[in-house]
């Protein structure tokens, strides 16, 4: 069963690679960027301007699109930008479906909440963000289908060693929590294949 793991604006870093090792399975990490990125700490705000003068929003939910329809991930796994750009495209695809998406502080995701995902979806949003009031945006995606929010009591980053918002036991607690999600729908795709 392959796993996508699809990067926040850091791209894919030591600290992802360590996510990762962490879970069983074919993991495939799909980045914004060329190029493994090397960052120790650098400012979010620089960052995320880099992000979006090199690849930007839509070229970054393009190349994830094009990830999934590559490697066929029962489970994709997104952060930040990246889940955002995971939702845009689950609704664009049309054949070979994961089976479900985990999204970590999805904030882009309030200018496309008319998408409509077809697969099963668990948002986990931070407990505020700073541009805008997550309330009404989850309250929209709480009334889709196949749509689960939770709203954590942590900050936008919280699962990034690299972020000033990481934070250590939320991330062993949803690293743990992916890997279950991994197991699960493995015992599932395979009890599938028994019984074809």
Same mark, same amino acid.
């Given at each position: 069963m392959?796993?996508?793991?699809v990067?926040?604006?850091?791209?894919h870093?030591?600290?992802?690679?360590a996510? $990762?090792?962490?879970l069983?399975?074919?993991? #495939?990490?799909c980045?914004?960027?060329?190029?493994?990125?090397s %960052? &120790?700490q650098?400012?979010?705000?620089?960052?995320?301007?880099? /992000?979006?003068?090199?690849v930007?929003h839509?070229n970054?939910?393009?190349?994830?699109? &094009? $990830? %999934? #329809?590559s490697?066929?991930?029962?489970?994709?796994?997104?952060f930040?930008?990246?889940?955002? $750009?995971?939702?845009?495209?689950?609704a664009?695809?049309?054949?070979n479906?994961p089976?479900k998406?985990?999204?970590f502080y999805?904030?882009?995701? &309030?200018?496309?909440?008319? #998408?409509?995902?077809?697969?099963?979806?668990?948002?986990?949003?931070?407990?505020?963000? $700073?541009?805008?009031?997550?309330t009404?945006?989850?309250?929209?995606?709480k009334?889709?289908?196949?749509?689960?929010?939770?709203?954590t009591?942590?900050?936008h980053? /919280?699962? *990034?060693?690299l972020s000033?918002?990481? *934070?250590?036991?939320a991330y062993?607690?949803?690293?743990h929590?992916?890997?279950?999600?991994?197991?699960?729908?493995?015992?599932?795709?395979e009890?599938?294949?028994l019984?074809?």
């Amino acid at each position: 069963m392959v796993t996508l793991i699809v990067s926040d604006i850091y791209g894919h870093t030591a600290n992802l690679d360590a996510f $990762a090792n962490e879970l069983v399975g074919d993991i #495939v990490i799909c980045s914004p960027y060329e190029t493994k990125q090397s %960052i &120790r700490q650098r400012n979010e705000e620089d960052v995320y301007a880099q /992000f979006v003068n090199s690849v930007g929003h839509d070229n970054y939910m393009s190349k994830v699109e &094009r $990830a %999934i #329809v590559s490697h066929r991930p029962q489970l994709v796994i997104a952060f930040s930008a990246g889940a955002s $750009a995971a939702w845009r495209a689950i609704a664009n695809i049309q054949t070979n479906l994961p089976a479900k998406l985990i999204g970590f502080y999805p904030g882009q995701i &309030r200018n496309y909440i008319d #998408v409509q995902p077809k697969c099963q979806v668990d948002l986990l949003f931070p407990q505020q963000e $700073a541009h805008f009031e997550l309330t009404p945006v989850i309250q929209v995606l709480k009334k889709m289908n196949n749509v689960s929010c939770t709203r954590t009591r942590y900050n936008h980053g /919280f699962m *990034n060693a690299l972020s000033n918002q990481f *934070n250590k036991y939320a991330y062993l607690h949803y690293t743990h929590l992916c890997e279950q999600q991994i197991v699960m729908l493995q015992h599932s795709h395979e009890q599938e294949k028994l019984e074809v």
